[in-house]
């Protein structure tokens, strides 16, 4: 089964809406952590938002929040008021078992998104 | 800027030919990662480095190889390179922490012609 999965392959938005990255994930660990990383056209790796499994509240950064529902084990990632330059590759990612020097990513297999202006 | 670096950008090279592709993490960093990006089969972890020492595989051939060095750079070595080597190398570095996020050089395009 795949640890990291997203459905889908590529979506088209409106600027400035909002939109939604879906992300499930499978993982029998009970540590574990969640992330999102965005690859532009350059093709460089950029962090964006950071969810810890014991973290209570959904992790936001600036227009980026993290819809954290651990029970359906989705990670989906927020958009608010999307931009032209939000337009890239979005990679969802989990950690599994957080041990102390062993931090490897298991990627899901990414979601185009083009801002549409 | 994330602070790994990744040498070189590009490499475009034969088949049955070896290469080495250089990374260096970010200051005081101690883990380093090598992912492979290629279209069919996504980003896959190859190996992890921790101060010098192998401390998870991934899905790397044998025909490739990678170590850590005193200095903490590190080389990703592959050999009898195949047409279907051809992807995106990354390297990423991170500090050990329980929460620490990877930081991703800008990747090595290795072409295989």
């Known amino acids: 089964a795949q640890k990291i999965t997203q459905t889908q392959p590529g979506m088209f938005v409106q600027e400035k809406e909002a939109v939604t990255l879906d992300c499930t994930y499978d993982?029998?660990?009970?540590?574990?952590?969640l992330f999102w990383y965005k690859q532009p056209s350059s093709g460089e790796m950029i962090f964006l938002i950071y969810?810890?499994?014991?973290?209570?509240q959904n992790a936001t950064e600036g227009r980026y929040s993290l819809n954290f529902q651990k029970a359906r084990k989705s990670a989906n990632l927020v958009i608010s008021a999307s931009q032209l330059g939000d337009s890239a590759m979005y990679f969802c990612a989990m950690r599994e078992g957080l041990n102390f020097g062993n931090e490897k990513l298991t990627f899901g297999t990414g979601t185009r998104l083009t801002i549409i202006p | 800027d994330s602070g790994v670096t990744q040498t070189p950008k590009h490499l475009i090279t034969a088949t049955g030919q070896r290469v080495t592709l250089r990374c260096s993490p970010r200051s005081g960093d101690l883990s380093v990662y090598w992912y492979q990006q290629s279209l069919d089969q996504g980003l896959q972890f190859l190996i992890q480095?921790?101060?010098?020492?192998?401390?998870a595989k991934g899905n790397i051939l044998e025909r490739f190889s990678a170590q850590q060095f005193p200095d903490l750079h590190s080389e990703l070595n592959l050999s009898s390179l195949e047409l279907g080597d051809s992807a995106l190398y990354f390297c990423a570095s991170s500090g050990g922490g329980l929460v620490e996020k990877l930081f991703f050089g800008s990747g090595t395009q290795l072409s295989v012609l």
């Open positions: 993982t029998s660990d009970q540590s574990y952590g």
């Open positions: 969810q810890g499994s014991y973290d209570e």
């Open positions: 480095y921790y101060n010098g020492e192998e401390r």
